[in-house]
């Protein structure tokens, strides 16, 4: 009995060090995928921030009016990635997009494992239960025969 019940504390360590693992992908695919969307506010609103630099400076006002979501987009990602320069990151969105792909396909991986784990430890849990039975039917028939 010893024995299984050391099987069942490793089994559910394992379990929950994988768990652990696919958070951990998780976690770094969002982040990933925040970088990827700021890449493409960035990319979507350059034009219209450069058309700014680009007109009349009477003409800047009204430009500034009109334009002022896509501005202030574009302003919002260029601070996140200037952020994310002085923090020593690099911006490689070709590089996020690659390692999205691999992070997804590990993480995947992973928990098809986690769920073959998962039912194991149900069938040994279920093992388990029934041995633990067996030992107190085992224990109340030898108390009811001293008895």
Do not use: C
Not at 74 to 102: M, V
Not at 121 to 138: F, G, M, Q, S, Y
């Amino acid at each position: 009995m010893q024995e299984l019940y050391e099987k069942i504390s490793v089994m559910n360590s394992h379990y929950y060090a994988l768990r652990g693992e696919i958070v951990s992908a998780e976690r770094r695919i969002a982040k990933l995928k925040e970088r990827l969307s700021m890449w493409e506010q960035y990319s979507e609103n350059e034009a219209v921030q450069k058309r700014l630099f680009n007109i009349k400076p009477d003409m800047q006002q009204t430009f500034t009016e009109e334009h002022r979501a896509e501005l202030i987009l574009f302003n919002a990602a260029a601070k996140y990635f200037d952020d994310l320069k002085e923090s020593g990151e690099a911006i490689t969105p070709q590089k996020w997009r690659t390692e999205i792909e691999h992070l997804t396909a590990h993480k995947d991986e992973q928990y098809q494992r986690m769920k073959a784990m998962r039912e194991d430890i149900k069938a040994v849990e279920k093992i388990r239960r029934t041995a633990d039975a067996l030992t107190r039917a085992d224990k109340t028939q030898e108390n009811e025969q001293e008895r």
